[in-house]
């Protein structure tokens, strides 16, 4: 079941956690801006992009009593490769004993009997992990195996998994196609089989999928099963495709994870069974447009202040949301101030993309648009919105969209005070700067080190190796990427000035601080890069998605953090914009590869895992297009306690970030 109290961790509006920071004045949130050039960047992210590749399949394990007073389960092992693991769970319990028999012969064999490497290990991301036993097998029959675990007695744990592996080449793809995360709405996920180059001819004409249904565990901890079709009417392409599509109505506000299962055959005849993990976020509609029209007028000589008036149900200005749009207008002709009559779509030019996180103020949330903008796209006095999107500040989850809005000016900016060149400046991207950040001035230098989502101490031992530094502790914390950026500017606020070092989710945190707020990393210098990070999933974690179906059963670790999910980090990188990726300098690792012998940083994790990884993040899935990747090192994985040693322990290449960081 999952504790309430981690929901509520991970649900709370991100302010609220944080009450030195419940000022809307003290955000000093900056005003963004693009080119139309960019347009593309900071609309929503294609649903397939985020997609989650399965090797895997996660098995329920539910202890029944028998007449003899012991306690059984059994259930279907589809083996498709000789090559096989599995990990079973039992939230440290050591009294399941483990059978398998096999289908060719009927010969029953205990687990550890069978294999030739059977260890105790950890699952999990950072200090939320589970453990686990985990069985290797080499050459075994293929087919429907029999799995059974039974104790002696009352077990300590009567429910767990099996997380079963295997080297085959099919694998299952699925993703949820709509953002549409809202109590009341439906949410829609798509599955397919996949495969690795040598095989997509083959699955062109043959699809190992026969039948797929998901497995959703909604807040309050109860179970529904969806069935998926493949009949092309339940948003799965065309009928007979091999893609199955289904959805379910999200009744209830909180974290639903969803598990999806893909039964069949494989080409060679072996038993296709693979399993997703997926969780989702769902929120109230807690803000809807009061108008159809969003009005603007001048502030200054060069800024104009976009208005939206909206129904507020929270009363409250502790909640921040995240807002994007296009803006549009008529161009001039013949150098004077009048515009096309024509009424063709060409009458109407990009002139930007706007962005700005904010709270609710008197039923309004505000947004600037520096003049030059419309100087540069040589526009007038008449404009519109397109791709409008607000979203709540925690999950990214879109609340408003318009495909088109009227924008209504009373009042243009006159641009007396500022002469324009053509060139786009600090300030049109970013908004006026102000003189200091926070009540106080703060005074000095720093290279601030920071950890990342459930943390550990990871930077203690090695802080003398980075000069002039000072260590963020919020350790064993799940907060959004939010909430984590306005600690990290709480934290800051002594210093005039500083860079930053971070470790996994601590770098997406900076990177979020530099693109909304003004902090210290905006005052910066004397080095060559503002932010720095090393192990950071940019584009999430598929391990995020098991954690919150073990967590569903066993209740422990950290809870679940959207931001960290696949899915989650695609809404969240749809509004960073390129000015502020290009600040991130980045390192990734991974284990070192033998080609005589395995490797790998962690053993539970590599089931999961797609090669090369560091035992939490994908090597893929750390990249940050627009930023600069400081290169690919191996022999070392994501925490201290792996196979190798930990990434924040390389003193080579901390050195090389301390002598390199902005203070």
């Given at each position: 079941m999952?504790?309430k ?6 649900l709370?509006?991100a302010?609220i956690?944080?009450?030195?920071i419940?000022?809307?004045k003290?955000l ?11 347009f593309e ?27 003899g007073g012991n306690?059984?389960?059994?259930g ?12 079973t769970?039992a939230n440290g ?16 064999s205990?687990a550890d009997?069978?294999?030739f ?16 036993e ?13 799995i ?11 429910e767990?998994?099996?997380?079963a592996s ?5 694998i ?35 699809s ?11 807040p ?17 392409n065309k009928a ?14 909180g ?5 999806i299962?893909?039964?069949g055959?494989?080409?060679?005849g ?5 399993t997703s993990e ?5 929120i ?9 029209k969003?009005s603007?007028a001048?502030?200054?000589?060069n800024r104009?202040?976009?208005t939206f008036?909206?129904?507020d149900?929270?009363?409250?200005e502790?909640k921040?949301y995240?807002?994007?749009a296009?803006v549009?207008?008529k ?7 009048q ?6 779509k060409?009458?109407m ?5 706007i ?17 030059r903008?419309?100087e ?5 006095d008449?404009?519109e919105?397109?791709?409008l ?20 000016v009373?009042?243009m900016?006159?641009m007396?005070s500022k ?10 991207m970013?908004g ?5 950040v926070?009540t106080t ?29 000072a260590?963020?502790?919020d ?30 989710q ?7 601080l530099?693109?909304y ?9 004397s080095?060559?890069?503002m932010?720095q990070?090393?192990?950071?999933p ?5 391990i ?23 899915s ?8 960073i ?12 690792t991974?284990?070192t590869?033998?080609?005589?012998q395995y ?10 895992l797609s090669?090369p990884?560091?035992?939490v ?10 930023a600069?990747?400081?290169g690919?090192?191996t022999g ?9 040693s930990?990434?924040t ?15």
């Amino acid at each position: 079941m999952i504790q309430k109290s981690k929901l509520l961790t991970l649900l709370l509006p991100a302010l609220i956690v944080c009450p030195s920071i419940l000022s809307a004045k003290s955000l000093q949130n900056k005003q963004l801006a693009g080119p139309p050039e960019e347009f593309e960047l900071m609309r929503q992210a294609a649903p397939e992009k985020s997609a989650l590749n399965s090797k895997t399949a996660l098995i329920p394990v539910s202890l029944q009593q028998t007449k003899g007073g012991n306690w059984f389960w059994s259930g279907t092992l589809p083996v498709d490769s000789n090559n096989y693991s599995f990990m079973t769970f039992a939230n440290g319990s050591t009294d399941w004993q483990v059978t398998l028999i096999n289908p060719k012969t009927g010969k029953s064999s205990a687990a550890d009997a069978l294999a030739f490497e059977h260890i105790s290990t950890n699952y999990g991301l950072e200090n939320s992990s589970y453990p686990g036993e985990k069985y290797s097998f080499n050459g075994m029959d293929t087919g429907n195996w029999q799995i059974q675990i039974k104790t002696t007695g009352e077990p300590e744990q009567f429910e767990g998994f099996v997380l079963a592996s295997s080297n085959s080449k099919y694998i299952l793809n699925s993703y949820k196609t709509n953002n549409d995360q809202i109590v009341g709405h439906k949410i829609h996920f798509v599955t397919q089989s996949a495969s690795n180059e040598e095989t997509i001819s083959v699955l062109k004409s043959f699809s190992p999928i026969e039948q797929a249904f998901m497995v959703v565990t909604q807040p309050d901890g109860s179970q529904n099963k969806y069935n998926m079709y493949d009949d092309g009417r339940h948003g799965d392409n065309k009928a007979n495709d091999g893609m199955f599509g289904g959805d379910f109505s999200a009744l209830q506000s909180g974290g639903y994870t969803v598990q999806i299962n893909a039964l069949g055959n494989n080409p060679d005849g072996t038993p296709f069974f693979r399993t997703s993990e997926h969780f989702v976020p769902v929120i109230e509609q807690n803000i809807s447009l009061s108008s159809t029209k969003a009005s603007a007028a001048a502030i200054s000589d060069n800024r104009l202040n976009i208005t939206f008036n909206v129904n507020d149900n929270l009363k409250s200005e502790n909640k921040s949301y995240r807002i994007i749009a296009e803006v549009w207008g008529k161009k001039k002709t013949n150098g004077k101030n009048q515009f096309s009559t024509q009424g063709s779509k060409n009458s109407m030019k990009p002139v930007s993309w706007i962005s700005t996180m904010t709270p609710v103020e008197n039923n309004k949330l505000n947004i600037e648009l520096d003049a030059r903008w419309m100087e540069m796209a040589n526009v007038s006095d008449s404009f519109e919105l397109r791709n409008l999107r607000i979203e709540d500040g925690d999950h990214f989850i879109p609340l408003i969209t318009q495909e088109k809005m009227a924008l209504n000016v009373s009042s243009m900016p006159q641009m007396k005070s500022k002469k324009f060149n053509g060139s786009i400046t600090e300030e049109m991207m970013m908004g006026e700067k102000p003189a200091q950040v926070g009540t106080t001035k703060g005074y000095g230098t720093k290279l601030l080190l920071v950890h990342g989502y459930c943390s550990s101490d990871v930077w203690g031992s090695y802080k003398y190796q980075f000069s002039n530094s000072a260590k963020f502790e919020d350790f064993d914390q799940n907060i959004s990427h939010n909430t984590f950026a306005q600690r990290i500017k709480e934290f800051g606020l002594p210093w005039h000035s500083y860079g930053i070092v971070a470790h996994s989710q601590g770098g997406a945190a900076s990177l979020h601080l530099y693109t909304y707020s003004w902090s210290g990393l905006d005052y910066s210098t004397s080095g060559k890069r503002m932010i720095q990070s090393v192990g950071t999933p940019y584009r999430g974690t598929p391990i995020a998605g098991n954690l919150a179906a073990l967590g569903n059963v066993f209740g422990v670790g950290c809870g679940y953090n959207s931001n960290l999910t696949t899915s989650g980090a695609a809404s969240w990188l749809a509004g960073i914009p390129t000015w502020a990726r290009s600040k991130v300098n980045y390192f990734t690792t991974s284990n070192t590869d033998r080609w005589w012998q395995y490797n790998y940083c962690s053993l539970a994790t590599d089931l999961f895992l797609s090669d090369p990884d560091d035992g939490v993040i994908e090597r893929y899935r750390g990249q940050l297009s627009g930023a600069t990747n400081r290169g690919h090192k191996t022999g070392w994985c994501h925490t201290l306690d792996m196979n190798y040693s930990g990434q924040t322990s390389d003193s080579s290449r901390n050195y090389s970030m301390s002598a390199n960081a902005n203070r």
